[in-house]
């Protein structure tokens, strides 16, 4: 899939919601330790944020992003899909228009 195909590559509106969104929930220990300590918050819970802004996010929200661990990354990140409801609510946020549902084969 090229960057031109995947809408979340021009976006990051999803990791840039909540500070309270990233949380750890069904990783175990061998997948925890996988994440760079310089990521994860104070209380082992989630992600470290930047205000709402993950902090492996780079890039420009709504113009071009990537995640810095996304071979790594969290389930709760994993089940974030390009078109689904918290997609949508994260894209009204930053006042970026909707999108499709999910792109076909991306899991």
């Given at each position: 899939?090229?960057?031109?195909?995947?809408?979340?590559?021009?976006?990051?509106?999803?990791?840039?919601?909540?500070?309270?969104?990233?949380?750890?929930?069904?990783?175990?220990?061998?997948?925890?330790?996988?994440?760079?300590?310089?990521?994860?918050?104070?209380?082992?819970?989630?992600?470290?944020?930047?205000g709402d802004?993950?902090?492996?996010?780079?890039?420009?929200?709504?113009?071009?992003?990537?995640?810095?661990?996304?071979?790594?990354?969290?389930e709760v990140?994993?089940?974030?899909?390009?078109?689904?409801?918290?997609?949508?609510?994260?894209?009204?946020?930053?006042?970026?228009?909707?999108?499709?549902?999910?792109?076909?084969?991306?899991?």
């Open positions: 899939m090229t960057a031109t195909d995947n809408p979340c590559q021009s976006c990051g509106a999803c990791c840039s919601y909540s500070s309270n969104w990233p949380r750890f929930t069904v990783e175990d220990d061998a997948a925890l330790d996988l994440i760079p300590e310089k990521f994860v918050n104070d209380r082992l819970s989630g992600m470290r944020c930047d802004r993950c902090s492996a996010l780079t890039g420009k929200v709504g113009t071009a992003t990537a995640c810095g661990i996304y071979d790594v990354r969290p990140c994993r089940t974030c899909m390009p078109g689904d409801p918290e997609c949508g609510m994260a894209r009204r946020r930053f006042g970026l228009p909707e999108i499709a549902d999910s792109i076909p084969g991306d899991q």
